[in-house]
């Protein structure tokens, strides 16, 4: 008997090493109807996630994982695999805006995908991503950011900066968080009661960590955390949604719209999918923009010449103010020609992780490789540090962009906020932010810590923070 069992448990265990086997291979040479990029899938289900993840200096813009590869395969385009998932990456600047345009299904991981929601409105069929695209650009695109949001913008970082003034320093990122989140629910939800407002300022203080996980969603991992955090937030929107449109009382200017919206006849929107969107709104506003407003105050701390030239610009549109009390205009906005050239080269410098994410339906033949259907694409635009393209790129110099074309957003050349059918919805709101934040910061004389670091994994990161010291005193600007 014993002998039978003995007998049995080898088959099993043989019959489990076989198949452990099969599927390690498979992993290691996954199919492909075509020519796969060349690449190494790592280990089993790791992959090569922590060397992708391991954070590197803002100083040095080619991670060494990326330099690594790109040696070793002699090629800009290879096969990895990243959070449990097959990767295709990218570096070549072709291939990233043929990719864009091919597809517009917006890749993301398994652990963004528990972030935003599996039925997230940008992550649905082509009819509904282009609707809330047309519905979020309605709220944020240049005609609102003239007449509906400068006016607020230009208040709250007033009030901020000045904020910080009084106590002699502050962190510039947590300033920003605080104000672009007080601003949305003003102009998103409209007024809500200061219970509600706690309660989803908490929920968003869990997203404030990488975003690039494992997805294994079992208590005590972040993105457990991420979706209880997203469960509690969508609760809160819905309720106040729901009570807003019975009163049809204290909205904010996108809660009306949307409202308009799901009266139209055959509404593609409904109220889960309006507490989707705005969810999304809240989190993409919050967890970018006052990242990278941070990492350009890094940047022009770095550069005197470039803060002498930013107070310059800023004491000038101040002087050239006739009524002292008034609050920043579109055309004075406009007219920020040099803060414009310093945002436009901080998001060549900064964005070196990917930013055109791809999930292709078919197989994609580009660049002479088939990309498989199912697999994500990340392309990464490091064209931003092509001698070629621009002479000294290392060099954070925004006087490179004298004389050029400074306030559009893409080209196969420059490419901070992806490209083709995804590309960023909120980048003239983003810019907004930045340059309003800039305006009444230049308005001081201020340092910034030199604890400052700022590192590259993924997301911008900042483990000492970024403190700004700031005198009260403005008068010597103007
Ligand atoms: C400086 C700040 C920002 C940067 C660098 C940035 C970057 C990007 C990039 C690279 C993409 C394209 C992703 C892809 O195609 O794979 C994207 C898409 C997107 N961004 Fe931004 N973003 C910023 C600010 C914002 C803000 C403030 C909002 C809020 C409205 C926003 C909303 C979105 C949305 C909704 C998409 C998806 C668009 C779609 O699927 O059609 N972003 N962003």
Not at 297 to 306: F, M, Q, R, S, Y
Request: hydrophobic letters at 40%.
């Amino acid at each position: 008997m014993l002998q039978y069992y003995g007998s049995l448990l080898s088959v099993i265990i043989s019959f489990v090493v076989v198949k452990l086997c099969h599927w390690i291979y498979q992993w290691w040479n996954p199919k492909c109807k075509g020519k796969l990029p060349p690449g190494s899938m790592g280990f089993p289900i790791i992959g090569e996630t922590f060397e992708f993840m391991t954070p590197s200096d803002f100083s040095l813009v080619v991670s060494p994982y990326l330099e690594k590869r790109i040696s070793r395969y002699g090629s800009k385009v290879f096969r990895t695999s990243l959070f449990g998932a097959k990767v295709i990456i990218s570096t070549d600047p072709d291939v990233n805006m043929e990719m864009a345009k091919a597809s517009s299904q917006l890749g993301a991981t398994d652990s963004l995908r528990r972030i935003f929601g599996e039925n997230n409105v940008f992550l649905q069929s082509k009819e509904i991503h282009k609707y809330v695209r047309n519905l979020t650009s309605r709220f944020v695109g240049p005609e609102s950011l003239k007449t509906r949001l400068i006016q607020d913008i230009d208040f709250l970082s007033q009030n901020h900066v000045e904020e910080g003034a009084l106590s002699g320093s502050f962190d510039i990122r947590e300033a920003a968080i605080k104000m672009v989140g007080e601003l949305i629910a003003k102009k998103v939800m409209g007024e809500m009661e200061s219970e509600a407002v706690k309660e989803l300022g908490l929920c968003w203080s869990a997203f404030r960590t990488s975003w690039f996980q494992f997805s294994y969603n079992i208590p005590g991992t972040t993105v457990y955390r991420f979706v209880k955090a997203r469960r509690k937030a969508a609760r809160l929107l819905k309720a106040v949604i729901e009570k807003k449109k019975a009163s049809k009382e204290g909205l904010g200017d996108f809660l009306d719209i949307i409202f308009d919206e799901m009266e139209k006849d055959g509404a593609a929107l409904d109220v889960d999918r309006a507490v989707n969107l705005i969810f999304t709104f809240f989190i993409l506003s919050q967890e970018t923009t006052p990242g990278v407003l941070a990492a350009i105050v890094k940047l022009v701390a770095d550069n005197p010449n470039v803060m002498e030239e930013l107070q310059r610009e800023h004491e000038t549109i101040v002087q050239n103010r006739v009524d002292k009390e008034a609050g920043l205009t579109w055309e004075e906005y406009k007219s920020m020609t040099f803060t414009h050239m310093v945002i436009k080269e901080s998001l060549r410098f900064t964005s070196t992780q990917p930013t055109v994410h791809r999930i292709p339906a078919q197989d994609v033949l580009i660049g002479g490789y088939t990309l498989p259907a199912g697999w994500l694409f990340f392309g990464i635009p490091q064209v931003h540090f092509d001698e070629e393209k621009y002479g000294d790129p290392l060099t954070f110099n925004p006087w490179r962009w004298k004389g050029k074309d400074i306030h559009s957003t893409v080209s196969r050349d420059y490419m901070p906020f992806g490209a083709g059918g995804t590309l960023c919805v909120g980048s003239e709101f983003a810019k907004l932010i930045i340059a309003t934040f800039l305006h009444h910061l230049s308005r001081f004389r201020w340092s910034l810590d030199p604890k400052t670091r700022v590192l590259r994994r993924y997301m911008l990161m900042f483990p000492a923070g970024c403190k700004v010291h700031i005198s009260k005193d403005t008068s010597s600007h103007q």
